[in-house]
């Protein structure tokens, strides 16, 4: 087996490895793989496919983290519109109870809501901020 072929099935297994667990740094690490299977097809020692290797993957896993470090969190699971399509929609309060919830009925089903915190519950039209648990904390519209 030549040493292009190895550098290729390395590739091809890095690849399956991250279609499985959705890992992105192996994405790069193939890369690098990808990289050494050319040098080798360009006729390079072993030693330097080694290298080439090493830092085409390595440099491409260190820049991908450097660029994540420098992106905002996202907001947390429980705000977030792609995680939870209910955060945005919106429900009708008609009254709120002695202990700061009130019941609606959203999605066919009766649901608790509470205020976020900070804000006083009033009664109308309310924006879901957050799902916690099967709460839906709401804003005044």
Not at 37 to 45: N, P, T, Y
Not at 100 to 115: D, I, N
Not at 117 to 136: D, M
């Amino acid at each position: 087996m030549t040493d292009s072929t190895l550098w290729w099935l390395l590739t091809g297994g890095a690849i399956v490895v991250e279609l499985l667990t959705g890992t992105f740094y192996l994405l790069m690490l193939a890369i690098g793989l990808a990289c050494a299977a050319l040098a080798a097809h360009a006729g390079a020692s072993q030693v330097v496919q080694v290298l080439v290797a090493a830092v085409i993957g390595g440099g491409a896993v260190a820049i991908w983290h450097y660029k994540r470090t420098k992106q905002p969190p996202g907001p947390p699971v429980g705000a977030n519109r792609d995680v939870n399509l209910d955060v945005g929609e919106t429900v009708f309060v008609e009254a709120w109870h002695a202990d700061g919830t009130a019941t609606v009925k959203y999605r066919g089903a009766s649901w608790t809501v509470v205020p976020r915190t900070g804000s006083t519950p009033s009664t109308g039209q309310h924006r879901v901020a957050e799902v916690v648990g099967n709460r839906l904390v709401v804003d005044k519209i």
